[in-house]
Structures are given as C-alpha cells and as structure tokens.
Nanobody, 113 residues
Framework: QVQLVESGGGLVQPGGSLRLSCAAS????????MRWYRQAPGRQRELVAT???????NYADSVKGRFTISRDNNKNTLYLQMNSLKPEDTAVYYC???????WGQGTQVTVSS
C-alpha cells in the first residue's frame, strides 16, 4: 500500500524559505513521476511542480525560479525547496505519485508578516 507523508510546512515571513518533504513507502520514488500541488482556501488545487522518472522537472509559472523540486532515491523522499516566499504561496501543499494517483495528507504553508 502506497503511503505519502508530507512535512516541513509552517509559518514564514515574506521573502523567507521552507523545504517541504514527502516521505514515501510502498513505492520506489525513482521510477514514479512525482508532483507537488497546493490548495489555498476557496481555490482549486493547483499543480506546482513535477519531476519525472527521468528527473525532468516542470514548474508553474507562479513559482518558476523560486521553487525547486528534487528527490533523494536513497531516502525515498521527495522535496520542494521554496525560496523568496510570497503571501500568495500560502496554501496546503500535497505530494502526489503517478501512476496510481496517491496523495499525502498535506502540510500547511503560511506566508505572513
């Protein structure tokens, strides 16, 4: 059974940084396409970043140049390094694996002064 557990969220001031983690069990991250999504209150879930099984990455325009998706295959963990955070980055962040469409429980990121 696939399990994804996000961590690393919290409260940060504008311009600050956070690193989110998504620990996986039941799958080998190295052979899956992995994604980070986010959902802000009252808004639809938004795709933030993807990393393919070939390590090719893609980003939403709103985070390009500020966020970096990566994974550690030895730790079977996905990461999202978030720099230069803005209030509009405030959301619950989720990791997702494909194929299979498995989701974690989410981790809250709040950017506020």
């Amino acid at each position: 059974q696939v399990q994804l557990v996000e961590s690393g969220g919290g409260l940060v001031q504008p311009g600050g940084s956070l690193r989110l983690s998504c620990a996986a069990s039941g799958i080998r991250l190295s052979i899956y396409a992995m994604r980070w999504y986010r959902q802000a209150p009252g808004r639809q879930r938004e795709l933030v970043a993807t990393i393919g099984s070939n390590d090719r990455t893609n980003y939403a325009d709103s985070v390009k140049g500020r966020f970096t998706i990566s994974r550690d295959n030895n730790k079977n963990t996905l990461y999202l390094q978030m720099n230069s955070l803005k209030p509009e980055d405030t959301a619950v962040y989720y990791c997702n694996s494909q194929p299979g469409d498995s989701w974690g429980q989410g981790t809250q990121v709040t950017v506020s002064s």
